[in-house]
Structure formats: C-alpha cells, structure tokens
C-alpha cells in the first residue's frame, strides 16, 4: 500500500521559515520523481516543485523561486520543502505527488 505523509505545516508569520516534509512507503522512491503541490482556497491546486530522482535537478514555479528549496534523502524515504520568506499568498494546503499518488496535505498559513 502507497502512502505520502506530510507534515510541518503550521501558522507562521509573514517572512518566516517553515520546513515541509513527506515521507513515503509502498514505493520505491529513490526511483521516483518527487512534487509538491499547494492548493490555495478557493483555487485550483498547483505545482509547486519537483526533484529528480538523485536529486541533482530542481525546478520550482516562478512563484516560489528564490525562497523554496525542494530535496530528498532517499536513505530515509523523505523529501523535503524549505519555506523561507513566506507570505501570506503562500498560504494553502501543501501536498507532495509521486508515481500518481497523492498525500493528504498539510497546512500552511502565513498570517500576523
């Protein structure tokens, strides 16, 4: 059975840091890509980043760029999102994606 388990969400203030993890069983992930997702409300869901299987590339939403760093540690079955300088339009359920499989999220609100 595949599960993604997230978590670290939590409320945090504006220019804050926050670090997101998913941890994964059922698959074998160092053959994985890994994503993250946010779905805001009142908003369709979106891409957030993903890395490659080692870990050597990135890419991230123009969004995010520049404040959110995507890895894994495929010894632990873990991937990871640091979050720094949020803002408040950073606030959403984050769930992380793998091989059609989704977690059930985590929440993340940036508020004062």
């Known amino acids: 059975q595949v599960r993604l388990v997230e978590s670290g969400g939590d409320l945090v203030q504006p220019g804050g840091s926050l670090r997101l993890s998913c941890a994964a069983s059922?698959?074998?992930?160092?053959?994985?890509?890994m994503e993250w997702y946010r779905q805001a409300p009142g908003k369709e869901r979106e891409w957030v980043a993903d890395i490659t299987t080692s870990g050597s590339i990135t890419r991230y939403a123009d969004s995010v760029k520049g404040r959110f760093t995507i890895s894994r540690d495929n010894a632990k079955n873990t991937m990871y999102l640091q979050m720094n300088s949020l803002k408040p339009e950073d606030t959403a359920v984050y769930y992380c994606y793998s091989a059609t499989y989704w977690g059930q999220g985590t929440q993340v609100t940036v508020s004062s």
């Open positions: 059922g698959i074998i992930f160092r053959l994985n890509i």
